[in-house]
């Protein structure tokens, strides 16, 4: 698994996955091709996960806690219970497609910062624009 792999699991929980239903669960009728239909009621379907509220996660992760998760890649890690050290930024940089120098420069890490709350949104966090921007 990698390091946003972690991160994103730290803030949405385990169980945050979408199911995959089957097109013959849904209608009760069998696939194309196979002839007999099924006189069982088709099953609910699932209701989509609906989106994380990430910042709310966080400010009650962080509840106490004298870390700047708001900007600091860093902080975000410590607070994740993920090791903050440079070799993992570079892993989550690489991962996330940085391409200047890997070398823990505040330029690197505030890029690392946004990015991962880019990429969160993407896979169904609600991030505020002032934490993407």
Do not use: C
Request: a negative charge; glycine letters at 10%.
């Amino acid at each position: 698994m990698g390091i946003f792999s972690s991160i994103k699991d730290a803030i949405f929980g385990h169980k945050a996955h979408a199911q995959t239903v089957q097109p013959s669960e849904v209608t009760g009728v069998a696939p194309s091709g196979q002839g007999a239909v099924s006189n069982q009621p088709a099953p609910a379907q699932p209701t989509a996960v609906s989106e994380v509220d990430v910042e709310r996660n966080l400010s009650d992760m962080a509840a106490g806690k004298n870390l700047n998760w708001r900007s600091s890649i860093v902080d975000l890690m410590k607070l994740l219970g993920i090791d903050s050290s440079l070799d993992n930024r570079k892993e989550l940089a690489r991962e996330l497609g940085y391409t200047g120098d890997l070398d823990g420069s505040a330029e690197m890490n505030i890029w690392l910062h946004k990015a991962t709350m880019r990429e969160l949104a993407a896979n169904g966090g609600k991030v505020p624009a002032e934490l993407t921007d």
